[in-house]
């Protein structure tokens, strides 16, 4: 079990659910980093693939078809219902038996630890995405960020290729291993809403 990983997944789990308590109904229509998502779709795919995605990787279940197109936003206590989901989920990781062998990432098989770290990425880039879109901040501890910032480094020309990245946004070199995390991954630190 990578100890350290899990640490960061339980950091950015209650992160996220700490945003999602702050996104208000009127805040969803509006614009997100992500260019082609609104709040609302943003706040979907986050909920999906960072808990519902989280739990069912260490699980080894397939996500529910029905899961796919589920407005999660229009449901009553979604975001406590988030939070539940991400408390399963990162429970689900502190089974060292979790982070043994390959799970099928959809694309194909990835070994257990990478996958993980491919999810942490998920939450935390996509939290920030929400936070900043909704007037808060997404707080990440330098553990944590830099854990992200890897995963990033590891997987950004991928990305890139296929449309999960924009392109990479200059910051000066004394920036965080947060800031230069987003901004390899495409996103303005500085972007607000």
């Known amino acids: 079990m990578d100890e350290q990983l899990h640490r960061a997944l339980a950091e950015g789990a209650a992160e996220a659910a700490r945003v999602a308590r702050g996104v208000s109904a009127g805040q969803l229509p509006g614009a997100t980093p992500c260019t082609d998502y609104d709040t609302r779709t943003l706040v979907n795919h986050w909920v999906l693939y960072s808990s519902h995605g989280l739990e069912h990787r260490a699980r080894r279940e397939p996500i529910p078809d029905e899961l796919l197109t589920r407005d999660f936003t229009a449901e009553d206590g979604w975001a406590e219902a988030y939070a539940g989901r991400l408390d399963r989920a990162v429970a689900a990781w502190a089974d060292p038996a979790v982070w043994e062998g390959e799970?099928?990432?959809?694309?194909?098989?990835?070994?257990?630890?990478?996958?993980?770290?491919?999810?942490?990425?998920?939450?935390?880039l996509h939290g920030w995405d929400v936070a900043r879109a909704t007037g808060q901040e997404f707080r990440c501890s330098p553990e944590a960020a830099g854990a992200v910032l890897r995963v990033v480094e590891e997987n950004a020309e991928l990305y890139l290729k296929y449309g999960g990245f924009g392109e990479p946004v200059a910051v000066p070199g004394a920036a965080s291993a947060m800031d230069r995390a987003l901004a390899l991954s495409g996103r303005d630190p500085a972007w607000t809403a």
């Not at 194909?108 to 935390?124: H, Y």
């Open 103 to 124: 799970i099928d990432s959809g694309g194909g098989r990835t070994p257990a630890p990478a996958l993980a770290a491919l999810l942490l990425a998920e939450l935390v």
